[in-house]
């Protein structure tokens, strides 16, 4: 079966097409700048040349028709006619309270997802324009939502309620949901298996450390908490998003400066983390060439980071009354050899030995800790897309 994954932006649209028997990737693209001067699609099918389309995109419908052109082209097309699209699966961010797992979309889940726009006010609606348009391109095609907080869902109640008043949660569901959940899932479902185990026998950390960053406890193969909260800046320090700071720095700020909280929060996602501390980039690897060139605040915000993402293992670590495994995933933990030695220099305590030598390595999946290590260190690439049309494949299965 082929399965056309999408990730709908604002202004942009990710896809891949995969044929779900071999998991093999038979192209995938990108549009940008939808609705914008200067829209371009970007399709790279597999073992043909890049070709890069510069055409109107005046809306997602017209973007998702030229994606389809372009996987259905006699030149860089994969596949004869849409009739070999088989489903498609759509990332959608927030799910809320109401989607544990994916779900084969009907009116009844646009509703519900319309429903969670008010959490996920940049994301969410942008995602029902992805399914929308490709429902008027392809409306015999089934489609599946998979939610990046349906993994989290399993979380306890005390794992998931803020410190304020109870009212909230019930007037406005104010609560710890997560984000990064098909990765969190994905990883660890890897992780069990590269130890040759199943998932229900270990206690699992994931570090994911990309641009945005969260850490996760999956406790015999159930989330148990997470860093991410209500919205994606909760949590580890990032590349441009804060993480967790005292609340009361919001008012400070503002009287302070003069701004106002809408200001204020553009500030702590777009212009804190490590962007914020070094002012040198939100890239890792311009940080670490300015660190390696003695810049101070460079290295200050390498620190921090680090230290971040050490103190959230040791906090899930209790979660879990213990640890068998910790896996390090996305941009930065696939890729930064040195990070990953830098954190696992605070876990001592747990009897964790990183392999200098094993640990040389980038995106690849790896055990990267000594045999004498006592909790496993792990080098995993995620594949989003690949959980999205594992999920997609599985749902319209049992459905056909
Ligand atoms: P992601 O959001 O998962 O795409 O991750 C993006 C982050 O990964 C950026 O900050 C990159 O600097 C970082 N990254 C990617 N490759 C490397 C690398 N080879 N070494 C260090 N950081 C990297």
């Known amino acids: 079966m082929n399965i056309l994954v999408i990730n709908c932006g604002s202004s942009s649209l990710k896809y891949q097409l995969i044929d779900s028997d071999t998991e093999a990737v038979l192209a995938k693209g990108l549009c940008e700048r939808i609705g914008i001067d200067g829209s371009v699609l970007t399709h790279a099918p597999a073992g043909k040349d890049k070709v890069k389309i510069e055409t109107s995109m005046p809306n997602h419908t017209v973007a998702v028709k030229l994606v389809i052109d372009a996987l259905t082209d006699t030149n860089h097309g994969v596949v004869q006619s849409l009739d070999e699209i088989n489903a498609v699966g759509h990332r959608v961010v927030h799910g809320g309270e109401k989607f544990a797992s994916s779900v084969i979309i009907d009116d009844e889940v646009l509703a519900a997802i319309k429903e969670c726009n008010d959490l996920a006010p940049l994301h969410n609606p942008a995602n029902l324009i992805g399914i929308n348009s490709c429902k008027e391109i392809m409306p015999n095609v089934p489609m599946v939502a998979v939610f990046d907080t349906a993994f989290h869902q399993t979380m306890p109640e005390k794992a998931y309620l803020y410190g304020l008043p109870y009212a909230y ?232």
């Open 169 to 400: 949660y019930e007037k406005y569901k104010v609560r710890r949901y997560g984000f990064h959940g098909t990765s969190h899932d994905y990883v660890s479902a890897r992780t069990a298996e590269i130890l040759g185990k199943t998932r229900e026998e270990l206690k699992i950390i994931v570090c994911h450390l990309g641009n945005g960053g969260s850490v996760s406890a999956v406790d015999h193969g159930k989330c148990v908490d997470t860093s991410m909260g209500l919205t994606p800046l909760e949590g580890i320090i990032m590349g441009t998003r804060s993480g967790s700071i005292d609340p009361a720095i919001c008012d400070f700020i503002c009287q302070k400066e003069n701004i106002t909280p809408a200001e204020m929060n553009t500030i702590l996602n777009k212009k804190s983390g490590v962007l914020g501390i070094s002012n040198v980039s939100s890239d890792f690897r311009d940080i670490e060439a300015a660190a390696a060139n003695n810049n101070k605040l460079a290295k200050a915000a390498l620190e921090a980071f680090y230290y971040s993402v050490a103190k959230y293992i040791g906090a899930y670590t209790a979660a879990m009354n213990g640890v068998d495994a910790i896996a390090f995933t996305a941009g930065v933990g696939e890729n930064n050899i040195s990070g990953r030695a830098e954190i696992a220099k605070y876990l001592g305590y747990l009897g964790t030995e990183i392999d200098a030598e094993k640990n040389n390595v980038r995106g690849e999946d790896r055990v990267i800790s000594t045999e004498a290590s006592k909790v496993a260190l792990l080098c995993v690439p995620t594949n989003e897309e690949l959980a999205i049309a594992r999920q997609t494949t599985a749902l319209i299965s049992v459905a056909s």
